[in-house]
């Protein structure tokens, strides 16, 4: 038997294809800075998970729980909601709250503006006044409100002494009583606004850093078509500061729920009679630590996130809007 012919098949070349050369020494040295980027991140990631997101869950699983820390959970569904929306202490907390915001708010973010533009360019004893304006926010909470209880004393308390000057049989110079700032349901609500007022340094020190960081050349142009202080503040400064403001303002919004509790607590303690100065932080308080109803203080709380929810919906609506009104 014979082979038959041999054919040679023809040589195909294969495909070259182009692999990435990537050094040895270039991978090890990005999975380290990986690892060093993970450590870095691990506490605050282990912090936020043990004292926020573990926290939130247990608050919202107590929310329909009856807890009193002697017996083990009771699970009760809608009750304690239920029973939130025909407490008239709650109700009370929940307007004042919200009125609170609605004044507070507002007014804290226009004086910090006001300041930061008034104290952005150097100038004498500017170092100092920028100071005390942010001195205020640096006093512990507890302090801060102590000594607010002896500026708002309605007999002997500096405010009204002020106040009573230049005034007969102590009334002030309009010849009105002054304001019973711990008594007066209507003069305690304005007096925890007036506390809050002073506490702006953080904000204050945003929107200075923001104005000093406007570019100087849309001012040299204003300047050049000789436009108005004002023309400037209106047409230049708040447009370019306006995203830094937004978010103040929400930021403000949401802490607006906090920041009302301890001078409620330590100053007026929640009064005077009925409920004027009970705020949802201190309603909460009270509830869990107080009255040791830790479920119905989580429904509450549920409540307030719920409100702050609200808030952040509201505000980025309202800054989708400017935004598309910016671009028409």
Do not use: C
Not at 105 to 126: C, K, M, Y
Not at 171 to 199: C, E, H, K, N, Y
């Amino acid at each position: 038997m014979t082979d038959g012919p041999v054919v040679d098949e023809p040589m195909v070349d294969e495909p070259m294809i182009d692999k990435p050369m990537i050094d040895k020494p270039v991978v090890v040295e990005r999975d380290r800075e990986h690892r060093a980027l993970g450590l870095m991140l691990a506490p605050y990631v282990l912090g936020i998970v043990a004292l926020v997101l573990i926290p939130f869950l247990v608050t919202i699983v107590m929310a329909f729980a009856d807890y009193d820390l002697v017996r083990a959970p009771s699970w009760v569904g809608l009750d304690n909601f239920v029973e939130l929306a025909d407490d008239p202490i709650f109700r009370a907390a929940l307007s004042n709250s919200l009125l609170f915001a609605a004044i507070a708010v507002p007014l804290r973010l226009v004086i910090a503006l006001g300041l930061a533009l008034l104290l952005h360019r150097r100038a004498a004893a500017v170092g100092t006044a920028r100071t005390a304006a942010m001195l205020p926010y640096a006093v512990p909470e507890i302090a801060y409100g102590l000594l607010w209880l002896w500026l708002l004393n309605p007999l002997y308390g500096p405010i009204n002494q002020l106040l009573r000057v230049g005034g007969e049989n102590g009334a002030t110079v309009l010849g009105r009583t002054p304001p019973q700032w711990l008594t007066d349901p209507v003069d305690a609500r304005a007096a925890i606004i007036l506390m809050s007022l002073f506490t702006i340094g953080e904000t204050f020190v945003i929107l200075l850093a923001t104005r000093r960081a406007l570019p100087g050349e849309v001012y040299e142009l204003a300047a050049i078509e000789d436009a108005t202080g004002w023309d400037v503040v209106r047409r230049v400064t708040l447009p370019l500061m306006a995203p830094v403001l937004v978010l103040l303002l929400l930021r403000d919004a949401i802490l607006s729920l906090q920041i009302s509790f301890v001078p409620a607590l330590v100053v007026t303690d929640g009064g005077p009679p009925p409920y004027s100065t009970t705020y949802l932080s201190l309603f909460v308080y009270r509830n869990a630590f107080e009255y040791l109803r830790y479920g119905y203080a989580a429904a509450a709380t549920a409540v307030m996130l719920l409100l702050t929810l609200a808030a952040v919906a509201l505000q980025w609506r309202l800054v989708r809007r400017l935004r598309w009104l910016g671009r028409t």
